[in-house]
C-alpha cells in the first residue's frame, strides 16, 4: 500500500469530519482575535492531527485486529491527543471565532440554569476524574470489548467517549487560574493525576502479565500482524502501563508548575488574595498618613 493509501478512511464518519473541520474553522477564525503563539498553535495542531489519523484513517483498521494497536490508538484519543490540544488552551480562541450572534446566543444559555448545571456537570472535579477511569477499564471488559469491537454502532461509541471523557479531563487538569474561578483547587490538579494513573496502571499489568488469552476477539476475526495473541495481549498491557503513565505523569508535571506559580504570586486560595489586597490598602494609607504628617 501506498503512503498516501493510509489516509483513506477506513470507515468514512461524516460527524467526525464536520467535527474536525468545526473545530479548524474556530481556531482559524479566533486567531484573528486573539494571539495565539507557535508553542499553542504547535499543541493544537499536533494534537488534532494524531485524533485525526488515530480515528479516520487506515490505523483504525489495524486497531480493530491488533489489540496493542487497539490500545495504541486509545491512548491518543483518551490521553495524548487530547491532552497536546488543551494545553494550547483552545477555549477562549474557539469562542472568539464563533459568528458574534452565536457568541451571544452562548453566553446567554450559559447563564440559564440549563447551562449553568451543564457547566457544573462537565467540569465536576469528582465526577470527570472518576469518569476518566472508568471509561478506560469499562472497555476492557472482556465481554463488552466482544461486542464493542463487532458492532460498529458501539465501536464509535467506544472511542467517541474516551475523546471526550479526555478532553473533560485535561480541561481541569491543565487549567492555569486559582480556585475558583477553575472547578479543581491547584493542589488537587497536582494530585488527580496519581489517583487516575494507578488503576489504569494495575489493569495494564494485569494484562500484560496474564498467560491466557483475555481476548479471544482478535484471534477469531484474524490478526493483521503476524503475532501470537500472548506477545498482542503483553504488548498491549504494557502499552497501558507505561507510555500512559507518562503522559499522566507530564500532566502532572504541568499542574505542579501551575501550583507553583500561584504559589509564589500568593493566589493559591481566596483568602490569600484578599489579604494580600487588605495589606496592600494598609500600607497605601500609612503611606499617605506619613506623607500627609511630614507636609508643612
Known sequence: MDRLGWLVPWEFSPTLVAAFLAAI???VRGQRVHRVNGARQFLFWAGMVLLYLSLHTRVDYYAERMFFIHRIQHLVLHHLGPLLVMAAFPGSVMRAGLPMAWRLRLRDFLRTRTGRALVA???NKYFVPALFVFLVLVWLIPSVQFYSMLDWRLYRLMNWSVVISGFMYW?????RRPSPPAAMSPGGRVLSPVLTMAPQMVAGAVIA????????LFELCGRAIAMSAQTDQTIGGLTMWIPAAMVEVFGLMVALGTLMRLSGK???RPE????????RARECAEAGADQAAASP
Open 25 to 27: 474553522v474556530l481556531f
Open 121 to 123: 456537570v462537565l467540569t
Open 171 to 175: 480541561n481541569l487538569i491543565l487549567d
Open 209 to 216: 502479565f496474564t498467560e491466557s488469552d483475555i481476548y479471544p
Open 266 to 268: 500568593g493566589r493559591l
Open 272 to 279: 490569600d488574595r484578599q489579604a494580600r489586597d487588605r495589606a
